[in-house]
């Protein structure tokens, strides 16, 4: 059942980041802030129980990836009526501390045998995020916010 449609496994990402920019006032309506950031990436997947007894063999209970970025980037927020800012993001840097581990059953080692790898070093590699988003406001204190991102990495 690895990797079909059908599978179901939990699966939870933590991500962390600082940043640090100042905004520029470009006019009235549009603001360009560059900035600095440090941030750190957790994915952890819990595979459960989705092999059957009989295929076993390497079945993995959970993965856990993880690692460090940090790099420059720039937010271009622009604000066509006093209720709505529209903000564009873009952001390139660099992994580093990057590992991936494991669990699971393996028959190989002992019958219904549990086996696990420690941290395995994937290297460090460049990244990209690029995004969009938009906040409008409809009272001074509640605001609504919408956005995408697209982060790429190895």
Not at 42 to 66: H, M, Q
Request: glycine share 12%; aromatic share 14%.
């Amino acid at each position: 059942a690895y990797g079909t449609y059908g599978q179901k496994n939990h699966a939870k990402i933590t991500d962390f980041s600082l940043r640090y920019g100042k905004g520029f006032e470009i006019n009235d309506n549009l603001m360009m802030t560059p900035y600095a950031e440090l941030g750190h990436h957790v994915w952890k997947r819990d595979l459960g129980n989705t092999c059957p007894f009989a295929i076993s063999v390497g079945c993995p209970g959970s993965e856990k990836y993880r690692h460090y970025y940090y790099g420059i980037g720039a937010l271009i927020q622009n604000s066509p009526n006093q209720n709505l800012v529209l903000s564009a993001d873009g952001f390139i840097g660099q992994t580093f501390s990057s590992e991936i581990s494991g669990s699971g059953t393996n028959l190989v080692t002992s019958v219904g045998g549990f086996t696990s790898f420690s941290p395995q070093d994937l290297g460090d590699k460049s990244m990209y995020r690029l995004g969009v988003s938009a906040d409008y406001a409809f009272t001074p204190q509640v605001h609504g916010n919408i956005g995408v991102d697209y982060v790429a990495f190895k």
